[in-house]
């Protein structure tokens, strides 16, 4: 887990919570991403924050399935949030893993926008599980995109726009959406 908070935060370099290796002679499966918040005034640069999963060992291991991000802020005028990841890999086994999520929020998502990519990579059948089927999830936008699979158990509730393009999405409960 990586926490933080910070007035500014100019980043050249890479924020990583990937899952750990493992032996190449096992067959266990690839560790999962970990998790990141991240409370800013500013966030800038070109660098990169990651919370992936990683391919398992040996012949046998399945990959593992990419981590969770969140990230709050006032200003994001020089960072480009294609640089967040939170992807599910193949496994030695060809097995996928799921896809992990983005949250971020600020002055343009002020209910916060969720995330779930994996990066072109057909993951299991609704591997990304979202919120609980007794909870209300308010958002901004939500998008599941390149090959994620989520499963929505809470009333979604948006401001702005649902957007599925070449991935899988259930959702277990009523969706309220602008667009």
């Given at each position: 887990l990586i926490r933080i908070v910070a007035q500014t935060l100019a980043l050249s370099g890479a924020i990583r919570a990937n899952g750990g290796?493992?032996?190449t002679g096992g067959s266990a499966s690839g560790g999962s991403g970990g998790g990141i918040r991240i409370d800013v005034g500013t966030i800038s640069g070109n660098g990169t924050i990651s919370a992936n999963g990683t391919p398992g060992g040996g012949?046998?291991?399945g990959g593992g399935g990419g981590g969770r991000i969140a990230i709050f802020y006032q200003?994001?005028?020089?960072?480009n949030f294609a640089n967040v990841s939170t992807f599910g890999v193949t496994g030695p086994n060809a097995t996928n893993a799921g896809a992990g999520t983005v949250?971020?929020?600020g002055p343009s998502r002020e209910t916060g926008e969720l995330i779930a990519d994996n990066n072109n990579l057909a993951a299991p059948s609704l591997s990304?599980?979202?919120g609980a089927s007794t909870s209300t999830l308010t958002l901004s936008n939500f998008r599941v995109r390149r090959g994620a699979r989520a499963k929505l158990d809470s009333t979604?509730?948006?401001a702005g726009t649902l957007e599925i393009t070449?991935?899988?999405?259930?959702?277990?409960n009523r969706i309220l959406a602008d667009t």
């Open positions: 290796l493992v032996d012949t046998s291991g200003n994001a005028t020089g960072f949250f971020l929020q990304t599980p979202i979604l509730n948006l070449g991935a899988e999405f259930a959702a277990g």
